[in-house]
């Protein structure tokens, strides 16, 4: 059976090429794959006519766009379809100044954090290295968008826990930032968990890893464990100490993401918890005002209180709310549901096939 292509590293496309060609045959396939985009390995002219052929019959393994949706501050959602079948979702955020790409890492989540609305899917499986780089490849593609261009990011903070599906995640990763691959700069891209314990110090000894986003959204353990129940098998004490040891670069902070929720975690009391669970680690903390959606129950904060939270937290630590994006089109953070209906002003567009 052929193989799909994309998600292979220099030595798997050895193997699938074969010991009859040489080994640089390998590394011209793998730049054109990833730092050239071609998308017919038949055109890829550095090659021998003979293997070009033999090539013919390997899919590339791209997700296919099935729609897309476009919010009124020019965000971005894509559905996109895998080959078995199932769906996934990857938005862009264009920004004055920069272009963020957030993926997927699984299709749905197991972690059933009670703010998400991902959470209610539940978990299908996880994606493989391939589906996890092709996300970004297909919406470089269709944007324009350049590897070498200190303006893009990618986050993933899209369905799923990076964390629980970390070899594929490793793995991406390093096509991601190779420069031979797609070249982006590891301060460009960020991985964020709810705190898989293990998996942090595993993530953190890796060669080649992004910069790792902790999702904390609590001050104390007990609220925690009442907002995400994988607190009850990973202590925030533990948490914190984990994020102590992390084996940080000498540019690099850990961020800590908040969701603020109306009268459960934004009081000036947990702002002033937040500060001292966090003292003496190198990090900022990302405040987002709860994003809502159907099925989950609680409530946005005023942005009154939003400011008094983060005044008192940046006292003492860099603090920063970060700005909803795509709320008209279920394209913010923690909406991410396979949604197939838009906002009323807001119309899907079907996809058209030749754009892939």
């Not at 000894?205 to 790792?212: H, I, T, V, Y």
């Amino acid at each position: 059976m052929p193989h799909a292509l994309i998600g292979m590293e220099v030595a798997d496309l050895e193997q699938v090429l074969g010991p009859a060609e040489p080994g640089y045959r390998a590394r011209q396939v793998y730049r054109g794959l990833y730092k050239q985009g071609v998308r017919d390995l038949t055109t890829l002219t550095s090659l021998p006519r003979e293997l070009r052929t033999a090539l013919r019959g390997h899919d590339l393994g791209l997700p296919e766009v099935v729609s897309y949706f476009d919010s009124r501050d020019t965000t971005r959602r894509y559905l996109l379809k895998l080959q078995d079948g199932k769906t996934i979702e990857t938005v862009l955020m264009p920004e004055e100044g920069r272009d963020t790409i957030c993926i997927s890492t699984q299709v749905g989540c197991p972690v059933d954090c009670k703010f998400c609305l991902t959470a209610l899917l539940g978990i299908e499986r996880n994606l493989t290295a391939g589906e996890i780089v092709g996300q970004v490849l297909v919406v470089m593609a269709r944007h324009g968008l350049r590897p070498d261009d200190s303006r893009l990011n990618v986050v993933m903070m899209g369905m799923g826990e990076p964390l629980l599906n970390l070899p594929n995640v490793l793995k991406a990763s390093r096509i991601l930032l190779d420069p031979q691959g797609i070249g982006l700069s590891a301060r460009r891209v960020t991985v964020s968990t709810s705190g898989i314990i293990p998996r942090i110090a595993e993530f953190g000894g890796a060669a080649m890893r992004p910069k790792l986003a902790i999702s904390l959204n609590a001050s104390t353990e007990e609220q925690r464990r009442q907002l995400m129940p994988i607190t009850r098998k990973y202590h925030l004490r533990d948490l914190i100490e984990a994020c102590r040891v992390y084996p940080l670069r000498t540019w690099e902070k850990l961020t800590f993401e908040y969701v603020l929720l109306k009268g459960v975690n934004d009081s000036c009391t947990d702002a002033r918890r937040v500060v001292k669970l966090l003292a003496n680690l190198r990090c900022k903390v990302n405040l987002i005002a709860l994003n809502p959606g159907p099925g989950i129950a609680f409530e946005r904060p005023d942005d009154a209180r939003v400011a008094a939270f983060q005044a008192i937290v940046r006292r003492s630590l860099p603090c920063f709310v970060r700005k909803p994006r795509g709320l008209d089109i279920y394209a913010a953070c923690g909406q991410l549901k396979r949604t197939t209906e838009a906002h009323p002003l807001v119309a899907p567009h079907a996809a058209l096939l030749n754009l892939n």
